[in-house]
């Protein structure tokens, strides 16, 4: 009934960039928070960076002035620019949404299904 949908992620050299995208779809009735987190190998997942729907963000510390946020609120989508990747940035990243949906206008937390990162040195 809602779905997020990733795309973007691949394998670079360190240095590079990439772009994350994240689009919600279905009985969505609006949107809160939107975010990336991402789970390295071994690893917990932690929280990459978060977007309001009023658009202010919040950032991992290990990120901060390399990923940058944003959301097309039109599209219920929100991306992750990502600059300057190093092979610390390998993991799983999954897209995060607080979605209200229309059957119970009530707030519910969904996942995308994860796309890969994988920086080379």
Not at 39 to 46: D, N, S
Not at 79 to 108: G, S
Request: charged share 15%; net charge positive; glycine share 10%.
């Amino acid at each position: 009934q809602v779905q997020l949908v990733e795309s973007g992620g691949g394998s670079v050299q360190a240095g590079a960039s990439l772009r994350l995208s994240c689009a919600a779809s279905g009985r969505t009735f609006s949107i809160n928070a939107m975010g990336w987190y991402r789970q390295a190998p071994g690893k917990q997942r932690e929280l990459v960076a978060v977007v309001t729907s009023g658009g202010n963000t919040n950032y991992a510390d290990s990120v901060k002035g390399r990923f940058t946020i944003s959301r097309d609120n039109a599209k219920n989508t929100v991306y992750l620019q990502m600059n300057t990747l190093t092979p610390d940035d390998t993991a799983v990243y999954f897209c995060n949404a607080r979605i209200i949906t229309d059957w119970d206008r009530r707030e519910h937390n969904y996942w995308g299904q994860g796309t890969q990162v994988t920086v080379s040195s």
